[in-house]
């Protein structure tokens, strides 16, 4: 039985290996990921690390996924957008709202040098701060909390990203933001909010552009 299951273990990671390529060939080849850093942080981090073990052959599927508490880990390509638009740099310093099962801070976490998470839902913490640790990046900070409020401790933010819809962006999180900074949120209803990218030119001033339409879960 022994063997039989090392047998299974070693076809489910080959799989698991031949999705992930899969997927990356697909944002390279159709040009819809061209941020070299961003896939670079896709290829180095285990998506499966962050799944519902339930849901674990399906760690590349390029769909959402619930990971308990009424939340979803996000589509690939809708994580990967948002972060191509955030434009991380090495040096900045990032906050997360919304870190659900943890993979979109891990992401982060390869590409830039501090990110803090925040996230209400207690158990939905405590699983992220898992994951993470087993994805070797204990460094991460997460915040249990209401992500409305951020996290004025360690502002100010060069980049803040939010991973729920809400009808605007919290007034909190603006002023958390790094005059220079960027800021990337799904902004409406639930089914059909746009996708915003927002740059703090001055305190209290921002230059917004849209970026398309997305379903996200609300931010409460």
């Known amino acids: 039985m022994a063997v039989s299951f090392k047998k299974l273990e070693k076809k489910q990671i080959t799989n698991l290996k031949q999705q992930k390529q899969h997927l990356y060939r697909y944002w390279k080849d159709s040009r819809m990921i061209n941020d070299d850093s961003v896939l670079k942080a896709f290829l180095a981090v285990p998506r499966e690390l962050f799944v519902d073990p339930s849901y674990l052959d399906q760690s590349y599927a390029d769909h959402p996924l619930p990971i308990g508490s009424g939340q979803t880990i996000s589509q690939p390509t809708t994580v990967l957008l948002m972060l191509q638009?955030?434009?991380?740099?090495?040096?900045?310093?990032?906050?997360?709202?919304?870190?659900?099962?943890?993979?979109?801070?891990?992401?982060?976490?390869?590409?830039?040098?501090?990110?803090?998470?925040?996230?209400?839902?207690?158990?939905?913490?405590?699983?992220?701060?898992?994951?993470?640790?087993?994805?070797?990046?204990?460094?991460?900070?997460?915040?249990?909390?209401?992500?409305?409020?951020?996290?004025?401790?360690?502002?100010?933010?060069?980049?803040?990203?939010?991973?729920?819809?809400?009808?605007?962006?919290?007034?909190?999180?603006?002023?958390?933001l790094a005059v220079g900074g960027l800021l990337v949120a799904p902004v409406g209803a639930r089914h059909g909010c746009e996708m915003l990218l927002m740059r703090k030119t001055a305190q209290g001033h921002f230059q917004t552009s849209g970026h398309g339409l997305f379903s996200f879960v609300p931010l409460i």
């Open 85 to 176: 638009l955030l434009n991380v740099l090495p040096e900045q310093r990032i906050l997360e709202i919304g870190t659900g099962s943890g993979y979109n801070a891990a992401l982060l976490a390869e590409l830039a040098e501090m990110v803090v998470t925040v996230e209400r839902h207690v158990e939905l913490a405590d699983v992220a701060c898992e994951n993470l640790c087993r994805a070797g990046l204990e460094e991460v900070v997460v915040i249990k909390g209401d992500g409305k409020q951020g996290y004025s401790k360690l502002a100010p933010y060069d980049r803040i990203i939010v991973t729920a819809a809400a009808n605007r962006v919290p007034k909190n999180l603006k002023d958390q």
